[in-house]
């Protein structure tokens, strides 16, 4: 008898393209992996109806949905929608009660408004801005993995990061968090498997971590 063959949709983190996870590999008798991608927001779209567009993207049902940064709160949303075999989230946060303190203040100063016009424009800040800050000596390689340099993508994109208001998450949620990580530090994040040195962008550089581990991760306690 064949086994059954789980699906598992990656979703980038922001700007990013699917490239991030091009060392990802899962075993192919078990697993099939999925590449999901951003999308141009429509004019005033809700973060809520921007994941039901992504959503149609998806052909499988009792996926294993796993997001990056931004892309793990487009995952907690499009949960919000489906049932999810599991839900995993990488360098990202469960609720606006880890988001760090500048992106608070971003946002009671809506200073959001004024930071886009800047990242279109110059793909040096945009790669330092997805990938955080301490990755000028590799900003050659990052800019690769960056695939949206639309204005009005950034504009929404940001916005609805720092403005993201979730404040009870999916208690199933599988958070796997790097202990210096420059845009979402540490001190923030609760109830997440710790990945020693790992940084914001550790789906590219620990790749091997994740390639022993998500199996395992996503095979644990299920039936």
Not at 60 to 75: A, K, T
Request: charged share 20%; glycine share 4%; proline share 4%.
């Amino acid at each position: 008898m064949s086994q059954e063959v789980i699906h598992v949709y990656f979703m980038p983190g922001m700007a990013a393209s699917p490239k991030i996870f091009e060392h990802i590999k899962l075993p192919i008798n078990q697993f099939k992996i999925h590449y999901l991608e951003w999308i141009i927001p429509l004019e005033k779209e809700t973060i809520s109806n921007y994941a039901l567009r992504l959503l149609k993207m998806i052909k499988h049902d009792n996926i294993v949905l796993l997001g990056v940064s931004f892309g793990g709160v487009l995952v907690q949303e499009i949960n919000k929608h489906i049932k999810v075999r599991k839900l995993i989230i990488v360098s990202s946060v469960k609720s606006m009660q880890e988001l760090p303190k500048r992106m608070l203040i971003v946002k009671a100063t809506k200073a959001y408004k004024l930071i886009p016009i800047q990242l279109a424009s110059n793909i040096d800040t945009l790669a330092k801005y997805a990938f955080g800050g301490h990755v000028v000596k590799r900003l050659e390689l990052y800019k690769k993995y960056l695939s949206v340099n639309d204005s009005k993508y950034l504009s929404w994109a940001i916005e609805n990061m720092v403005c993201w208001n979730q404040v009870k998450y999916n208690p199933e949620i599988i958070h796997i968090h790097g202990d210096n990580d420059a845009v979402f530090p540490i001190k923030n994040i609760t109830n997440c498997i710790t990945l020693k040195g790992g940084t914001h962008i550790m789906i590219i550089n620990k790749y091997r971590w994740f390639n022993e581990n998500l199996p395992k991760i996503i095979l644990k306690n299920l039936n």
